[in-house]
């Protein structure tokens, strides 16, 4: 019996999972770990404020995935160590034969327990709601999102059509700490989006930083001051403790770097948001496509160790990227 692990039940997780519950004629013992019960489709959140879809749309029980195919653990892992292959969770351990880390990322507060206690952020299904609960029971007069990259971007607009909506008026203030939002894209599209958000009455304050919240005041670095105000954060995204814990090669991000196969050892592969990828003289960018098809490559290599065969080498597909604008002007590559 092949005793296999995989920690994380997102678009990574649950795609190795997929491919190797097709293969339990090899002996596979496969177990899942996730802290959270359901797996959630994250990149319609933001959609969910403008656009009024249903949250719980938007998640599933892992549980109900099983179908005896797989043993599903509702718990948080703390550890794990590589040498003797045992993953340590907050109530148990489980030693493997390969094992698959795709947990994810999660919101950077860059050790500030002022914004993390006072800024609401955009992770989850249950995320979202109280997002939605405080905008329906709280007319703020500023709604200020911290971080102007795709996800802020997405929520501002967002938020623009949930106020016009509701025939609420308020000031949209995006905060970036560079000197443009929207980091590496090409200029033509920050241009484009600046324009954009500009006609939505949105505005943008680069070089500058929430630095802090008061209860409904907020304070930027570059001396302005906001009452009556709501923050979100979605200022960057980090790794999980337990992967920050591990000794290895990692970025700023903590994200793993990988070799050609996805693997962190022979015993041990990556995917997903986890895996530091080099690709294209740099290294390849979070995204849910890179982890469908991380997740699909990371099993299918456990499953030719098994058999003894040769590895499949990862190849990315890049179907280039969108930035979602709620008013439907969105635009890409």
């Not at 005896?68 to 493997?96: A, G, P």
Request: proline content about 2%; some cysteine; overall charge positive.
């Amino acid at each position: 019996m092949n005793k296999i692990v995989i920690i994380g039940g997102g678009f990574a997780g649950l795609t190795a999972l997929r491919i190797l519950s097709k293969n339990l004629k090899l002996g596979l013992d496969i177990t899942l770990i996730d802290k959270k019960e359901t797996t959630d489709f994250l990149p319609m959140l933001a959609d969910c404020i403008g656009r009024k879809i249903n949250p719980d749309w938007l998640n599933y029980k892992i549980e109900k995935v099983a179908r005896k195919r797989f043993k599903f653990i509702k718990d948080e892992v703390i550890l794990i160590d590589l040498d003797k292959r045992i993953v340590f969770t907050k109530n148990q351990t489980f030693d493997y034969d390969y094992l698959i880390i795709a947990s994810g990322s999660e919101t950077n507060f860059y050790g500030n327990d002022n914004i993390k206690n006072n800024s609401f952020t955009l992770d989850c299904v249950d995320d979202v709601k109280k997002i939605i609960d405080a905008l329906s029971k709280n007319k703020f007069d500023n709604f200020i999102i911290a971080g102007g990259g795709y996800t802020g971007v997405e929520l501002a607009t967002n938020l623009r059509v949930y106020l016009k909506k509701n025939k609420r008026k308020g000031k949209i203030i995006i905060v970036e700490r560079a000197s443009e939002i929207l980091g590496v894209l090409p200029d033509w599209i920050k241009n484009y989006v600046k324009e954009n958000l500009k006609r939505l009455n949105i505005d943008v304050y680069v070089n500058n930083t929430v630095e802090k919240i008061n209860e409904d005041k907020v304070y930027l670095s570059d001396g302005n001051r906001f009452e009556d105000a709501i923050v979100f954060w979605v200022a960057g995204v980090r790794t999980c403790e337990f992967i920050q814990n591990l000794k290895l090669e990692k970025n700023a991000q903590g994200r793993i770097k990988v070799d050609q196969y996805l693997r962190i050892n022979d015993h041990c592969f990556a995917a997903g948001d986890v895996a530091l990828f080099n690709y294209d003289k740099g290294f390849l960018r979070m995204a849910v496509q890179f982890a469908i098809l991380e997740g699909k490559t990371a099993a299918l290599n456990i499953i030719n160790s098994i058999k003894g065969k040769k590895l499949k080498k990862f190849k990315p597909y890049d179907l280039g990227y969108i930035i979602p604008l709620a008013n439907n002007q969105s635009c890409g590559v």
